[in-house]
């Protein structure tokens, strides 16, 4: 893979986790009555979803409707079948219950999204 693939990959996950942590930060000061911040960081995770869309699209990432049902259902379907169970066991097993839990909700989600794909894909034969 040539380093600018590398690059884009990289600069994509950035994009998308700094997104995540400003909204919680948004979250955060809300829950502090700090409106106009949340706000600030309402608008900077909105920058940082452009980026990443703008860097998904030069690495040709989003194809069909078609295929990128198939795409996410077989993603899902990884979460459920190796990635969650992994992650369930060995939260428990360091006594971390607040992880396991959070993983078993996304788990428990994650057949729900698999099966919204797949029933889409078959609606679209």
Excluded at 67 to 92: H, T
Excluded at 108 to 123: G, I, N, P
């Amino acid at each position: 893979m040539a380093k600018t693939d590398e690059n884009l990959k990289i600069a994509f996950a950035d994009e998308s986790q700094t997104n995540i942590e400003y909204l919680a930060y948004a979250h955060q000061a809300i829950n502090e009555g700090l409106t106009e911040i949340a706000q600030l960081f309402r608008e900077a995770a909105g920058a940082e979803v452009v980026h990443a869309l703008a860097h998904l699209k030069v690495m040709d990432v989003v194809k069909t409707t078609r295929e990128n049902l198939k795409e996410a259902a077989e993603g899902e379907n990884l979460e459920i079948i190796s990635m969650y169970p992994k992650f369930i066991r060995e939260a428990e097993k360091e006594g971390r219950q607040d992880a396991a839990q959070s993983f078993r909700i996304a788990f428990e989600r994650e057949k729900h999204h698999r099966d919204m794909f797949r029933q889409a894909l078959k609606q679209m034969k």
